[in-house]
């Protein structure tokens, strides 16, 4: 079992910016990926970042891509997304996922076996 505790989330101004933070605990070893998702206002869950944990290699879908990091720390269990030039468009709550497989473009939210509980975000014009 893997534990996801994801802090961070608030608001913020178009043009701001904000950190996410997503702690794991449990067996965390098995975690091959880890990565951020997002549901916004009446929006299907999207995959926004994605890290692989062997070697810190990021994904990110087009719409943040140049604006969001995925970072990790190793030694923290710990993953990050640094979200800059905030846009209304970016409102939603954010998940923290972590699952065994090798990260994929495709971003399937079905092949990541633990989320956190999410954390909002919410971005004002």
């Known amino acids: 079992q893997v534990q996801l505790v994801e802090s961070g989330g608030g608001s913020a101004q178009a043009g701001g910016s904000l950190r996410l933070s997503c702690v794991a605990s449990?067996?965390?070893?098995?975690?091959?990926?880890m990565g951020w998702f997002r549901r916004g206002p009446g929006q299907e869950r999207e995959g926004v970042a994605l890290?692989?944990?062997?070697?810190?290699?990021?994904i990110y879908t087009n719409s943040v891509k140049g604006r969001f990091t995925i970072t990790q720390d190793k030694a923290k269990n710990t993953v990050y997304l640094e979200m800059n030039s905030l846009n209304p468009e970016d409102t939603a709550m954010y998940y923290c996922?972590?699952?065994?497989?090798?990260?994929?473009?495709?971003?399937?939210?079905?092949?990541?076996?633990?989320w956190g509980q999410g954390t909002q975000v919410t971005v004002s014009s």
């Open positions: 449990g067996h965390t070893d098995s975690n091959k990926c």
């Open positions: 996922a972590a699952g065994p497989l090798v990260c994929s473009r495709l971003m399937t939210p079905r092949t990541f076996g633990y």
């Open positions: 890290i692989k944990t062997d070697d810190g290699g990021a």
